[in-house]
């Protein structure tokens, strides 16, 4: 019992050697109770009786440890180890008898009151050797277990008890207990205070839990489970809502488990409740939001649907169902994927190749799919579509699901068709107008010279007829009349002309030079029109001879309609001019920052114009040149937009490198 | 008698000789002008009918009707074109000697004729 004697020159006496008289007095001891024990002068133990360690379950090393300071602090009773230290050290330093009762923990876990007593021992001189003693059980569980010391154990348990209800008053939760069979035991403080129900209010008259503070529509189901987890014996739990003091109720998960004695036997139930209010509300929202975006979705006016990475539809709108006149897995089964199914069957044939195409290309790379298409309905009646689909990534980026919507854009394209229409008409009466105007302006051309004819040939007519015939007068006035038919013979020439090539003005200019010259002679124009024109490619392109003038034209003409197209747009009007070779040929671009060309295949046809003014003459003119060159001429799309005319002409290729 | 003087306006050289020709050939003494501000310059005395071109540069053939008739209410004036739209015009119905090109010659002589008899008559 060093530790008694800690404050009291503990060190001299641990040096000592055992006093074997006192060891000896023990083992006497030991003969008649079986618990002894001795120690030297200063308390440290020497000998414990092998029934005393092994009742106690210790050793006579870990009653002596130093280190961790306990000795008998372990099998004391905390309540009673001051009163036994005190009396210890009293005695030890007084050489008194030691006689204590305390309570003692056994090895069976549980405490018991036991009388411990001591005295020491003296060598020759009358000074103290050691000390032996021992402890008497009170409640041995024999005859000679005093009635006063059972009564005690009782009041310790209970006051054990207590102490182990206020530590479960001052736990932050609501802990209650039960008996075996469910009847209300306990609530702890913190479930009184909460919801402000008492164990009164909490049994019901015949002893069963009333769960009084339970919501009374969730009640029944609680009192059911818990009912069944009693007579199973299976822990229960349960969510609920749970009343509070101030009588507003809240979610809460309730678990209960049962407490069982060593041979197993349910001797309670031990229950706690925690608030769940917050969790349960948040899933609510998130439920309620959910099902408020799925009705979003259901309702919104476009045909929505959502796919796998790989493509495979995993949902359809009701609108979408509902245009198709199936869901996803109708298409299925038909010995191809779900996707290829779909598409096989929805999209229309002649669209299908380019939709396949370009849906891939963005599920292989994750890039936005829009394309327009017509899209099979329920009934067989294909409309037009414009289909858009992005890829929805997780916090890594990687894509989880395409999500994609289709907008009924069948009566857009049809006014986009009917203002097509429109404008074709438009552009084919100004045609018609401009054909007047030509019929006009030649009409007048030959007139002039017909009349001139018609009136000679009265005034031959009448000099011939003239008493006498004025034969001079009228030989200079036939003269005249071959003139006047000659000149009208002219006109029509002229106009023939026109469209006709003069293949006797060939020459082998370099390309480059007439491109730039094209360019100074409408420089004046492109300064006045804010038009930058810019011209690039090989130099050193020598053609196949070739009538400068007409080619030099058909620049013109060219640059002057990239001109006119960006006469209405307000930002980056340059015009490129390109030359370059493509094998044999040479090949020449004019594109310009426009609005691109609306009618491809008809404005190369003759009298074919969108222009206010003009006959649309010039790129029939200009095709005509071109290709009496040995070259052709068409038009392209200028990326990003405008127009890109482009035409060939044969190269001289025995002058080029 | 002096031969009636006819006085002709064209701003097209060819169709102007022709004309004066056919009217020459027709017995008349004639004045021939390429603007209807020649004519003006030259005045109207002693010209007995008037012949214009309607499409000319400067002053049109209807400006110079106008203006003759300020001068000559009773002078008998055709009006000539080429130009068929011209024809159809609202200012152009109604109005008598109004000949689209080509007409013929024997036509605009007996209708200079028949002008010339009626101012006699």
Redesign the interface.
Known sequence: MSKFAGTSGVESGSSRYPDIDAVQAAKVVERITGNAWSTDAAGNFIYVTPAARGFFGISLESLNSQPDKLGWRQVIHPEDYDAAAVEWRRCLQTGEHYNVEHRMLRASGIYGWARNTGQPIHDGDGAIAGWYGTVIVADYGTSTEAPDMSKRTEAALRVRERQLQQLIDTVPALIWSTTANGTPTYVNKSFAEVTGATLEYMTAPDQSPSLGVVHPEDRAAAREAFLHSVKAGVPYIQRYRQQRAGGNYRWTETRAEPLRDESGTIVKWYGVSSDIHDLITTQEALRESEQHLQQLVETLPALIYCALPDGKPIYRSQRLRQYLGFNLEETDGLGKSRLDGTLDTVIHPDDLAMVKVRYAHSLATGEPYLLRHRLRRFDGVYRWVETRASAMRNGDGEIVQWNGICLDIEDQVHAQEELSRAQENLARSSQAASLAELS?SI??EI?????????????????LN?EPPNID?AQK?LD?IVH?AN?AADVISRIRALFKQSTDKRDSAELGAVVRQARDLLAEEAGRRRIATVIEGESGLRLVPFDRVQIQQVLVNLMRNGMDAMASVSSERVLHIRACRAGDMVRVEVSDRGRGVQFPDKIFEPFFTTKDQGMGMGLAICRSIVESHGGRLWAEKNEPHGAKFVFTLPLDVAKMP | MNKPVVAIVDD?P??L???V??L???GYGTRSFLSGEALLASGLEGVDVLITDIGMPGADGFELRDLARQTNPQLPIFLIT????IADQQRARGIDGFLR??????T??AAVRKALDDRQC
């Open positions: 006009a009409a007048h007139n002039q010279p017909l009349s001139a004819v018609m009136n000679y040939s009265s005034a031959c007519q009448r000099w003239a007068r006035t005249r006047s000149s | 097209d060819r169709v000789a022709s004309l020709e056919l020459e050939s027709g080429g130009r068929h739209e090109k080509p007409f013929d010659g024997h605009l002589l």
